[in-house]
């Protein structure tokens, strides 16, 4: 059985409203504000959203077992997050992806099952992330 492995690379910026302290979720977004709630959110103006991703892409997160390898970079310093992907996805919202600890899913959400959540990335990397001006690189690599 061989392994077929898709990646989506998304660029973004910090921002200083960034809290970082959501137990549940972690989030990227393409929105450019952001207040203190967004308290899962470690990215914005990101490049692309949910609705960005490429057909193939979307297609293989779908796989029942799929999973999702996000590696988050800035300042170098480098955070992965791994979770899995589900037939539910609808992949289609516009501004906003959103990895979950557990497996809720609404058109908002990326992936399922995280292994972390905004809460538990470093606080080295969430401090370079207050930096309105430091650039994020995402990348989500999906294996099936």
């Given at each position: ?52 991703l ?31 992907g589900?037939?539910?996805l ?54 099936v």
């Open positions: 059985m061989s392994t077929s492995k898709i990646n989506e690379v998304i660029f973004g910026h910090g921002h200083e409203n960034i809290q970082a302290t959501h137990k549940t979720t972690l989030e990227f977004t393409n929105d450019t504000h952001l207040s203190k709630k967004g308290d899962c959110i470690v990215t914005v103006a990101a490049d692309k959203a949910l609705a960005d490429t057909a193939e892409f979307k297609e293989n997160l779908r796989k029942p077992h799929a999973k999702l390898n996000i590696i988050i970079e800035a300042g170098g310093i480098i955070e992965q997050v791994n979770a899995q589900s037939p539910k609808t992949l289609t919202h516009p501004t906003d992806m959103v990895i979950r600890k557990g497996d809720y899913v609404c058109n908002r959400t990326l992936a399922v099952h995280a292994d972390k959540t905004a809460l538990d990335l470093s606080r080295d990397l969430v401090e370079k992330l207050k930096n309105p001006k430091q650039k994020v690189k995402i990348t989500l690599v999906v294996r």
